[in-house]
């Protein structure tokens, strides 16, 4: 970070943070993160104008969502929920109301992780119709199982627990792994698999994984059952 400040001509916080949109991204090839050309704060794209196909995804609780401290997960009153309402759903904050009513805080959790999530997936949504664009096919997916932790079931779907099934490598993680997650490591890596052989993730015996388009915007999701998805509706 401090190389990259210094090619900036930057060497305090403040020089960085004066430092034009434009020349971070002119800047930034060769690096291992960079920024996202979204159309809106960073109108100028650097991506090439076409690139490979795809897979995308997220799991159910990611960070932001999920809850990750050591005890169990602090309640979440109503007025917990609103706050986050009102911060997410800006000048559309009665419709999201009336998408996610709450009455006490076990309702109020419920309401506040489904509104988070399908945020997200909204978030994803979008990323796809712009990458299908300039990508000859683009796969999403949703990975909603709960890996087996009972020291910790606070934390849920959390970031990164897809990954072992991805691997099929259960056997290298102490966990009390039960049929249904070895069936999903066969098949999530059976996927991952194939896709790195041809660059279709579908293969004979599996649940058919559809390729994105913006008209049926399916997406799938990885869990007890494999199946298909629709990303929240563009009218919520």
């Given at each position: ?17 004066a430092v034009p ?37 997220m799991v159910a ?176």
């Amino acid at each position: 970070g401090e190389k990259f400040a210094r090619r900036l001509g930057a060497n305090t916080l403040e020089q960085l943070r004066a430092v034009p949109a434009e020349k971070i991204v002119k800047n930034w090839h060769g690096g291992r993160w960079g920024p996202i050309s979204d159309g809106w704060v960073l109108r100028a794209g650097w991506h090439p104008a076409h690139e490979v196909t795809v897979i995308n995804g997220m799991v159910a609780d990611d960070v932001g969502i999920g809850y990750y401290g050591n005890g169990p997960a602090p309640p979440v009153t109503p007025a917990d929920l609103q706050k986050t309402l009102r911060r997410i759903c800006g000048t559309a904050l009665h419709a999201c109301q009336r998408l996610y009513p709450a009455a006490n805080d076990q309702q109020a959790a419920s309401a506040r992780s489904a509104a988070l999530q399908d945020r997200a997936r909204v978030s994803l949504y979008k990323w796809a119709v712009r990458q299908v664009g300039i990508s000859p096919q683009v796969y999403l997916y949703y990975f909603n199982h709960r890996i087996p932790w009972p020291q910790h079931p606070q934390y849920a779907v959390f970031h990164s627990s897809g990954v072992p099934y991805v691997f099929d490598n259960l056997r290298l993680l102490h966990r009390p792994w039960q049929p249904v997650d070895h069936r999903i490591a066969r098949e999530m890596s059976a996927y991952w698999t194939g896709f790195a052989k041809t660059g279709n993730p579908n293969r004979p015996g599996l649940p058919r994984w559809p390729a994105f388009r913006p008209v049926s915007s399916t997406l799938i999701q990885l869990a007890g059952e494999i199946n298909t998805i629709a990303p929240p509706s563009r009218n919520q």
